[in-house]
């Protein structure tokens, strides 16, 4: 059974930074690609990172030089290092381990 299960996440001033976790049991970890995602209320969810088995990445041009996204693969775990946060990154931060394993979420809040 899959178990994916994010934290990291909390209120941060705008230009801050906040490294977010996420854990992912069940299977072996490091054949799959793992992602990023946030919402907002009344918007659908999008994606903020992606990064594959051999370590390729991917990022949503909003992000792109402000957040990185890597991975420890005998932790079982991906980050994403979130640096110069501004307010419209608010939103909760959902990881999904490939094909389709989410997390319950983690709140990001930025404050102006």
């Known amino acids: 059974q899959v178990q994916v299960v994010e934290s990291g996440g909390g209120l941060v001033q705008a230009g801050g930074s906040l490294r977010l976790s996420c854990a992912a049991s069940g299977g072996i970890f490091g054949l799959y690609s793992m992602g990023w995602y946030r919402q907002v209320p009344g918007k659908q969810r999008e994606l903020v990172a992606t990064?594959?088995?051999?370590?390729?990445?991917n990022y949503a041009d909003s992000v792109k030089d402000r957040f990185i996204i890597s991975r420890e693969n005998f932790e079982n775990t991906v980050y994403l290092q979130m640096n110069s946060l501004k307010p419209e990154d608010t939103g909760v931060y959902y990881c999904?381990?490939?094909?389709?394993?989410w997390g319950q979420g983690t709140q990001v809040t930025v404050s102006s």
């Open positions: 990064i594959t088995s051999t370590g390729s990445t």
């Open positions: 999904k381990r490939y094909p389709n394993y």
